[in-house]
C-alpha cells in the first residue's frame, strides 16, 4: 500500500472513531461527565506512557523540564482541552449530541476568526464571506434554540484556542497528550479519591462491561490522535481540511438518527447556513492552495487535532 492511501486510511480511522464517539460515551452512562473526564484524562496518561515507553521515547522529559516557557504552555493547552473534553462529554450525555457536532462544524470558522483577533492575519473576501454567514448561522439558532448555542460555542472556541496554543508548541501528537494528561492527572485523581470516599464512584460498582470501557477511554482517545498524526504526515493539509468534516457528520448523524434528538426547521436552516459558509470556506482554501501549490509557504501550519 503505497503512502497516499495509507494517509486516507489513517484519516478515516481517526474520523470515524471521532465521528462515532457519542455511542462509547453514551455507553459509560450512569457515570456523570466529570467523573468519565477524570478517568479519561487518568488513563489517557498510563496508555500513552507504555506506548512512549514501548517506543523508548520518555527521554523527551528531560528535555522538556528545562523549558518553563513551553510547560506553562502546556498547562494552558491541558486547561483548554480539558474544558473541550467535559463540555463534549456533558453535551452528549445531556442528549444534545446535535449541539456538539455544531460545534466541530463551525470550529474551522473561529480558527480563522481567532487568526484575526491573535495572529493579525488579513482576510480574504470568501473567508469574510464565511464568516458573515457563519454569524447569520448562530443568530438563527439562538432564535430556534431561544439561547445562545453555547455549548456549541465553548466546544469551537476551546478547541480553537487549544489548535493556537498547540500550533505554537510544536509539540508531536503521542507526547504533547501525555504532557497534557499529565498536567490534569493529579486533579483528576484527587477527585476520583473523593467520589470513591463518598460512595458515588460508578467504577467498580455497575458491571464489568462498565469498568472496562471506563479503563479504554485511554485507548480511544489517543489512537484516533495517533492515527490523525499519520494522516497528517502523509496528506495535502488540503486533503487533511476536507476530510475534517467527517467527524461532525457522523456525530450529526448519531444525534439525528439513531438518538432522535429534534432537528425542527429553524434548526435545519441554522445548520444549512454553517454548510453554505463551510462550502464557501473550503472552496476558497482549496482554490488559494492550487495557486499556490507550485510556491508553498515554509510556515504554513498544520491543522489542529479534532479531539472529541
Known amino acids: 500500500m503505497n503512502q497516499t492511501r495509507l494517509g486516507y486510511l489513517y484519516g478515516f480511522g481517526a474520523y470515524l ?4 464517539f457519542p455511542i462509547y460515551l453514551k455507553l459509560l452512562r450512569p457515570a456523570g ?7 479519561r484524562i487518568v488513563w489517557s496518561v498510563i496508555f500513552v506512557a507504555l506506548l512512549l515507553a514501548a517506543m523508548r521515547n520518555i527521554g523527551f522529559l528531560r528535555a522538556l523540564a528545562r523549558r518553563p516557557r513551553t510547560l506553562a504552555g502546556i498547562a494552558v493547552a491541558a486547561a ?9 462529554i456533558y453535551g452528549v450525555n445531556s442528549d444534545r449530541v446535535v449541539e456538539t457536532a455544531l460545534g466541530y462544524f463551525i470550529n474551522p470558522l473561529v480558527i ?5 483577533f491573535f495572529l ?9 464571506a464565511a464568516l458573515g454567514v457563519g454569524g447569520l448561522a448562530v443568530a438563527v ?5 431561544g439561547r445562545l ?3 456549541a460555542l465553548v466546544l469551537a472556541f476551546s478547541f480553537a484556542g487549544y489548535g493556537l496554543v498547540k500550533k505554537r508548541l510544536g509539540l508531536p501528537a503521542a507526547e504533547g497528550l501525555f504532557v497534557e494528561s499529565a498536567v490534569l492527572a493529579l486533579p483528576a485523581l484527587a477527585y476520583l479519591a473523593w467520589l470513591t470516599r463518598h460512595g458515588a464512584a460508578t467504577f467498580g460498582h455497575v458491571s464489568a462491561g462498565h469498568t472496562v470501557l471506563l479503563v479504554l477511554a485511554g485507548a480511544a482517545t489517543a489512537i484516533p490522535l495517533l492515527l490523525f498524526a499519520g494522516a497528517a504526515n502523509r496528506l495535502p493539509l488540503s486533503t487533511i481540511g476536507m476530510l475534517q468534516y467527517v467527524g461532525p457528520i457522523l456525530q450529526l448523524g448519531c444525534g439525528v438518527l439513531i438518538y432522535h434528538e429534534p432537528m425542527p426547521p429553524a434548526r435545519l436552516a441554522g ?3 454553517v454548510w453554505l459558509a463551510l462550502i464557501i470556506f473550503t472552496t476558497d482554501a482549496l482554490h488559494t492552495a492550487h495557486r499556490t501549490r507550485t510556491t508553498p509557504h515554509p510556515l504554513t501550519p498544520p491543522l489542529p487535532t479534532p479531539t472529541p
Request: net charge neutral; glycine share 6%; hydrophobic share 55%.
Open 120 to 128: 493579525r492575519e488579513r482576510l480574504r473576501p470568501a473567508q469574510w
Open 80 to 88: 483548554l482541552i480539558a474544558v473541550n473534553w467535559g463540555t463534549y
Open 141 to 145: 439558532l439562538t432564535v430556534d434554540y
Open 112 to 116: 480563522v476568526l481567532i487568526g484575526v
Open 149 to 151: 448555542p453555547y455549548l
Open 271 to 273: 445548520f444549512a447556513l
Open 17 to 20: 472513531i471521532w465521528g462515532f
Open 33 to 39: 461527565p466529570v467523573e468519565i473526564l477524570a478517568h
